[in-house]
Nanobody, 129 residues
């Protein structure tokens, strides 16, 4: 099983980046992919997830939903996170992860990290003011 996050880098405030998660080694359509981030000195934070089975999406925060958009390409086994209007506080390592059915875990939000089985290595996003 492999999840490869890419697309990070340095960007000025107000800019955009398109992060991509390439998945292999498991049946992509049977899983949901989530995006998370972790800033220095902070806990890992869930951003969004998408079901590769039915396309259902979830955003952990309304303010992020307005700037970030998750999408999947089942033919390519990739899930992208389009990030717009980036702010310095968006600086973090961004990770993608896979879970079987995060939308139906009792008492857990779909972007709860401990319900995800497989994790990628992360890609650094650095937003300068």
């Amino acid at each position: 099983v492999q999840l490869q996050a890419s697309g990070g880098g340095p960007v000025q405030a107000g800019g955009s980046l398109r992060l991509s998660c390439a998945a292999s080694g498991f049946t992509f359509d049977d899983y949901a992919i989530g995006w998370f981030r972790q800033a220095p000195g902070k806990e890992r934070e869930g951003i969004s997830c998408i079901s590769n089975t039915n396309g259902r999406t979830y955003y952990a925060d309304d303010s992020l939903e307005g700037r970030f958009t998750i999408s999947s390409d089942n033919a390519k086994n990739t899930v992208d996170l389009q990030t717009n209007s980036l702010k310095p506080e968006d600086t973090a390592v961004y990770y993608c992860a896979a879970a079987t059915n995060p939308f139906n875990i009792r008492r857990s939000l779909p972007t709860t990290a401990n319900i995800y089985h497989f994790w990628g290595q992360g890609t650094q996003v650095t937003v300068s003011s």
